[in-house]
């Protein structure tokens, strides 16, 4: 089923090229020391390798707890607590490109609202990949499969779609609790779907062009049989007041011509 959100439009997410960006420059600020021994076991007592503490893992991780989080929680009506991630990965739209998962890692059930958000270069197919690193055990999962790779654990993914001014994520019924389970069951329809009417649609209601008078509120008050006869009578009336009138200017013109 598809269960509606409160998120209206994408200036309710956090935009993650921008964060991405933000957290470069915030490692780029970050004081570190000149070198950083890093040794391999084949080298032995001779290590030959040195990295920049800006680039190492820890470097990163102390940097995403000064940073806000790169998503949105979200809890929805079938009390699942999902991930809104925005403007990362393919699309031309930044209405494609919002992807909803799971809130915690799949491997320790750690919360990714603390994770680092990537937007990884695919060279082969030439288009980037939206991809969360958990910042326990530096696991990467795609949002847009949930896979990882090299490990069996895959992240929860929902799909998504903008509907009618606001964001839908879709739901199995069965995972609905038994309090939403009629909700569950009026959701079910794709938001894009023809519903089957079972019933004819009312007629719709006769437009009548009238003064705000007291003949025409009564015609509004009443049915629209009483209407139409009331219509009439106003017509009667309003003509006997032209003739009326016609025969009045008549007399007073003969009047005028006798004096």
């Known amino acids: 089923c598809w269960v509606p959100t409160d998120i209206q439009r994408c200036s309710d997410l ?31 007592d001779a290590p030959q390798f040195w990295a920049s503490a800006a680039h190492t893992l820890r470097a990163r991780n102390d940097a995403l707890r000064k940073m806000q989080p790169p998503a949105r929680k979200v809890r929805l009506l079938t009390q699942h607590e999902v991930l809104f991630w925005f403007n990362v990965g393919p699309g031309v739209q930044k209405r494609d490109r919002v992807y909803v998962t799971e809130s915690k890692c799949p491997h320790q059930g750690v919360c990714l609202m603390g994770g680092e958000l990537k937007d990884v270069e695919d060279i082969v197919n030439e288009e980037k990949v939206p991809m ?12 847009r499969t949930g896979e990882s790779l090299g490990n ?34 009026e959701s079910c329809v794709m938001p894009d779907e023809d519903v089957d009417m079972t019933e004819e649609p009312d007629t719709k209601r006769p437009r009548f062009c009238l003064l705000p008078t007291p003949l025409a ?15 009439a009578d106003g017509c009667d009336q309003v003509g006997q007041r032209m003739t009326n009138r016609t025969i009045l200017s008549e007399r007073c013109t003969a009047l005028k011509l006798r004096v």
Request: charged share 25%; with cysteine.
């Open 14 to 44: 956090v935009d993650g090229s921008q964060w991405i960006s933000a957290l470069e420059q915030h490692l780029k600020a970050e004081p570190k020391p000149s070198r950083q021994l890093r040794m391999t076991v084949s080298e032995g």
């Open 217 to 231: 509120n009564a015609m509004r008050n009443t049915e629209c049989s009483d209407k139409l006869q009331l219509w």
């Open 152 to 185: 069996c654990e895959r992240l929860r993914v929902f799909p998504c779609k903008f509907h009618q001014g606001r964001y839908y994520v879709q739901v199995p019924v069965a995972e609905t609790s038994g309090t939403l389970q009629a909700f569950a069951n």
């Open 132 to 143: 969360v690193r958990c910042p326990r055990h530096n696991k990467t999962f795609d949002l």
